[in-house]
């Protein structure tokens, strides 16, 4: 794998060049609020810690619950539109976050905002697409990944000493600045033009479309890439608790970790992404996601044996870098997997499904890795291993499926066309396949 230039992390297209700038203002702002929302809670809104943790937890399984159906709505309104109007939302959200009182006032906002942002991602992901030729795409994507981490760091930076001033007014600039960065990301989306991004692709109502879903095959997709996806869960709080109760390493060596982890997935997101481009680098990439995390439990467990400080530390790290290729190829090959087994006209609703994986990791994973996994031990990060090597040994052939009663489908819609009369099937066939992968659903 040869280093990337700067050529690298330049999209193809002036649409990915501009989505680009706006994945990056979108994750400074949003930076700029994850480095301050715990203080913020405390100390503007007046919540205690159980109070926070308990609205958090309600808007979470609101955002769930609304994801699909808003995927829906994109697909009824046009997947550009809907982005607007959600980051126009989550705009207004923040404005009202800046005023509320109470754990009441806190968790009605904190669950408007869920929603919206639950519901972001897939989006973000339609619109992207359609900025790019479809040879493109993985490549962009891996970009806009690079990007948003880039602009999540500088947000905390300039986060910094607005809360060393600690200031009530001081924490509300923050939390108005997250506003006007999305307020700012909708402006842009407004003049951002792309063919076909506007333009309705499923005309039923979007309930009546959630209720028609019966994609088990996706559905299963969505849960395998949603196991794959607990590599979150790991490095946010698997890792940290089990290098300070069960490893002798130093706790001042733990940001070192996470600093890996940003380094490598800014510096190597766009080659490793790369692999996807090819032929049935997809599966490929999800495969190699499973593999590296499992050798990433392995090292793990492996860690709470030595006595020395640098033998831990130097698993840890193994530990750490197995798990980052792991992030970026579960990224890469979820990517491309969720927009090309969705059909064209319901992008919208299939990669919010696909997105709930990811989501109830969110709300799974804390509680399967602190309850489950780090209390039974090294046996605990086996088990865990075997779960994702289970996970690499099913995505061939859950993805093999897919495929099959996707081409089997348009042969029987095209054979009676070729029964009747051959040059009018000649005429179907004309129609271009690679274009109309660029457009958003």
């Known amino acids: 794998m040869r280093l990337p230039t700067w050529r690298d992390y330049v999209p193809a297209t002036s649409g990915g060049r501009t989505f680009t700038v706006i994945s990056l203002v979108n994750a400074i702002g949003t930076g700029l609020y994850l480095a301050a929302s715990a203080v913020f809670f405390v100390r503007a809104v007046g919540l205690t810690a159980g109070e926070v943790g308990t609205g958090l937890a309600i808007s979470g399984v609101v955002?769930?619950?609304?994801?699909?159906?808003?995927?829906?709505?994109?697909d009824h309104f046009g997947a550009r539109r809907t982005l607007i109007a959600l980051q126009l939302w989550r705009a207004g959200g923040f404005v009202a976050l800046?005023?509320?009182?109470?754990?009441?006032?806190?968790?009605?906002?904190?669950c408007a905002l869920a929603m919206a942002e639950a519901a972001t991602q897939p989006m973000t992901q339609a619109v992207a697409s359609a900025t790019v030729a479809g040879s493109d795409r993985t490549r962009t994507m891996a970009i806009i990944r690079t990007v948003r981490n880039v602009g999540f760091s500088l947000g905390a930076l300039l986060a910094a000493p607005l809360l060393a001033a600690d200031g009530v007014w001081t924490y509300r600039a923050i939390v108005l600045g997250t506003a006007t960065a999305f307020l700012a990301s909708a402006l842009m989306l407004v003049r951002l033009r792309i063919s076909g991004a506007d333009r309705p692709q499923h005309k039923v109502a979007p309930l009546t479309a959630v209720r028609q879903f019966r994609d088990w095959r996706y559905g299963l997709l969505t849960i395998l890439n949603g196991?794959?996806?607990?590599?979150?869960?790991?490095?946010?709080?698997?890792?940290?608790?089990?290098?300070?109760?069960?490893?002798?390493?130093?706790?001042g060596l733990l940001p070192g970790l996470i600093l890996i982890n940003t380094v490598l997935s800014i510096v190597l997101q766009v080659p490793v992404a790369k692999a996807a481009e090819r032929e049935g680098g997809a599966v490929r990439a999800l495969r190699l996601a499973g593999i590296a995390?499992?050798?990433?439990?392995?090292?793990?467990?492996?860690?709470?044996g030595p006595s020395a400080a640098w033998a831990a530390g130097a698993l840890l790290v193994v530990g750490c870098v197995l798990l980052t290729f792991g992030e970026m190829w579960q990224a890469t090959g979820g990517w491309d997997l969720s927009y090309n087994c969705a059909p064209e006209d319901r992008k919208g609703i299939y990669l919010a499904v696909f997105s709930l994986g990811g989501t109830?990791?969110?709300?799974?994973?804390?509680?399967?890795?602190?309850?489950?996994?780090?209390?039974?031990?090294?046996?605990?990060?086996?088990?865990?291993?075997?779960?994702?090597?289970?996970?690499?040994?099913?995505?061939?052939?859950?993805?093999?499926?897919?495929?099959?009663?996707?081409?089997?489908?348009?042969?029987?819609?095209?054979?009676?066309?070729?029964?009747?009369?051959?040059?009018?099937?000649?005429?179907?066939?004309?129609?271009?396949?690679?274009?109309?992968?660029?457009?958003?659903?």
């Open 63 to 74: 955002g769930f619950l609304a994801t699909v159906p808003i995927g829906a709505a994109g």
């Open 98 to 110: 800046c005023f509320v009182h109470g754990v009441i006032g806190f968790t009605l906002v904190s």
């Open 227 to 251: 196991v794959l996806n607990l590599h979150v869960t790991i490095l946010s709080v698997g890792l940290p608790l089990w290098a300070l109760a069960a490893t002798e390493m130093p706790t």
């Open 293 to 304: 995390m499992v050798l990433c439990c392995l090292a793990l467990a492996a860690a709470s």
């Open 360 to 441: 109830g990791q969110r709300i799974v994973g804390p509680v399967l890795v602190t309850a489950v996994v780090t209390v039974a031990g090294p046996a605990g990060w086996f088990g865990l291993a075997a779960l994702f090597a289970v996970a690499a040994l099913l995505v061939g052939p859950v993805t093999r499926l897919l495929k099959l009663v996707e081409a089997v489908e348009p042969a029987e819609a095209v054979e009676p066309a070729e029964a009747v009369e051959p040059a009018e099937a000649s005429g179907v066939g004309t129609v271009p396949v690679e274009p109309s992968e660029g457009r958003a659903r």
